[in-house]
Each structure stands twice: as C-alpha cells, then as structure tokens.
C-alpha cells in the first residue's frame, strides 16, 4: 500500500506512475526536454511508408498493364498466375500458378513485402511514425507497458532470417528481368531504352539493399570465433558491413526504385508514352 510520500504503483494505481514516471526515474514534470522539431522525422517516414502502401496496393490488385515488352514489372515476377499466359512474350515464364485467376502479384510480393516488414530498420521506421514505440529518442512512448518481440504477433518478427533466402530469389528473378531489357519486343538481343536503364537501376538498389541487411551480415561472418582463421568469411563479412553501414538509406531507395520502375512499365504498358531507345 502506498503511503503519503511513495506513489501507487500498483496495478490499480495512476497510470502516470509507470515507465519514465516511475518512482525510481528523475521526477521531471515535463514529458521530455527536447525542442527541436522532433516529430518530423517519425511523421515523414509514416506518411512516406503510407504512400507506398497505398500505390503498392493499388498496383497489386490491378492486375494488368505489367508488361511492355521486354520489360516486366517487379510487383509481377515471376508471372505465375493463369491471366499470365496471355503476357506478350509470356513462352519466357513458366506458368504454373494457373489455378490462380486473381492478380499475379498477390502470389508474388508475399516474399519481398515480408522480408521488408520484418526487417531490421523497418521495424524501427514503423514502429516510431505508426506506433509512436518510441516517437523519437528522449521522447516516451504513451504506452503503459512494453513487452517488445516476445509475444503474439511481433515475436513473429523472428522469421525474417526465412525471408532473406526467399528475398534472394526475388532478387534473381529481377537480375534476369533486368537482362532481359536487353532483347527487343521480338526477342532479340541488342536492345536498349530507356526502361532498360531503370530496371538496371532497381535490381542494383535492390540487391545492395537485400545484402545489406542483417542478416545476411549474420550468415556471412556470424558465429565464427576468430576471423584470421577465416579470410574468406571475413573478406565478405566487412564487404556487407559496408553496406550494412547505410542499410537504412539503401531500404528507402530501393523502395522507391521498386515503384519507380513499376510505374515505368504501367506507363509504358498502358500507352502513356512510348520508351525511349537508345539502340
């Protein structure tokens, strides 16, 4: 029981005397210090966050204008469903999904979106603009209690190891996409547009962004007790600790690129404008 000089922090007490209110913290009236304008990056990164989902969602039930010879887009490969068959050029990809008459990329972005949401640095992105886990550093967070990724449903966050394999074949598949800007709406080689410069682009940012994660740092020289003993391992461990280094700027900008170049083919797609050849 409290007494006149102790706060209740029972679990009928005031809410306020948990967490950064508690009796063992400094008692500092106001909720933080901070004066700078500390909401803007967590505000900036939801409502960037917010726009992809909503352009992604879009695009992934729309189920058509994925395809401009040669160029596919992302949220579609592989093309597995039965309304791939009728893709311009569709002999390339094997068919089969053809049990599934919805829209190809509902079978496809389960891999690269998973591996996305359970992500290292995008946990930290959504879990401060959506959740306000914390807002911001030295600002608390408005919730009473925290059990971090240790129960139902954010323990599963643990998987994202799986998805980094899954994630390496998504990656592939857009490697041979991007070779494929080479060829001609005939087929054959010797092709260059201006699509082709952007499916270049994408699958670059797209495959920094994959070895950059954690991950994949892990496999590449985790567990291992002494590096000397290892040069290979280490070789690679410090060639993904580079990039692991900028691992947050890589998510955003392969983010984009993703977008971008499906944006690219539904414009092409669509008839919006023709891509421009170089050769």
Known sequence: MATGTEPDTSAAGDRSARGVHHATRAAIPARHLRRDRWWLQPAATAAGLLAFIVYSTW??????DYYAAPYVSPFYSPCLAENCADMPGGADWEIVGSWWALSPALLVLIFPLGFRLTCYYYRKAYYRGFWASPPACAVPEPHAKYSGESRFPLVLQNIHRYFFYFAVLVAGVLT???????????GAWGHMGLGTLVMLANIALIWAYTLSCHSCRHIVGGRLRTFSKHPVRYRMWTWVSVLNAR????????????AVADLY???VASGAFDDPRFF
Do not use: K, T
């Open 59 to 64: 695009r992934a039930f729309a189920g058509s």
């Open 176 to 186: 041979y996409d991007a070779a494929l800007g080479f060829r001609d709406e005939n």
């Open 247 to 258: 691992h947050m700027q890589l998510a955003w900008a392969s983010l984009v690129s993703v």
């Open 265 to 267: 083919v539904y414009l």
